[in-house]
């Protein structure tokens, strides 16, 4: 079913948090952000649409917590953000390192969708505190 979606005010709220953001956030993050402007279920509803229609991509964290960063030239069930992250051990921030990276070849017989690549260490920022 190609259903056009509509900008609503939540989700012009989110994008602007998201784009003003120098480092990925988590759904707590935005929540935060926002000061409970959105309650927190239109908060995943709305970041899982920006996720299919490839505005949004999802980091998967060491800690358990999934990020959300603005995608790079990418469409509706297009994703192509195979590019590193980095989380801050210190102060828990999720960077895209847009470097190049290289897909690993796999035995015969897998088939590569997608991979993710999350460096943890400390920033910039922490290591000269």
């Known amino acids: 079913m190609n259903r056009k ?20 956030l988590c759904h707590e993050d935005i929540d935060k952000k926002l000061s409970g402007k959105i309650d927190r279920v239109t908060i995943y509803r709305i970041l899982q649409g920006f996720c299919n229609e490839g505005k949004i991509h999802k980091i998967s964290g060491d800690n358990g917590k999934t990020y959300y960063a603005l995608c790079d030239n990418c469409s509706a069930g297009n994703h192509h953000d195979n590019h590193i992250h980095f989380r801050c051990m210190s102060c828990e921030t ?9 897909t690993p070849k796999l035995p015969k017989g897998y088939s590569v969708s997608g991979f993710s690549l999350l460096i943890f260490g400390y920033c910039p920022n922490c290591l000269t505190c």
């Open 5 to 24: 979606t509509r900008n609503t005010k939540t989700k012009e709220m989110v994008m602007s948090t998201l784009s003003n953001s120098d480092s990925a």
């Open 94 to 102: 999720v960077s895209c390192i847009n470097e190049t990276t290289v």
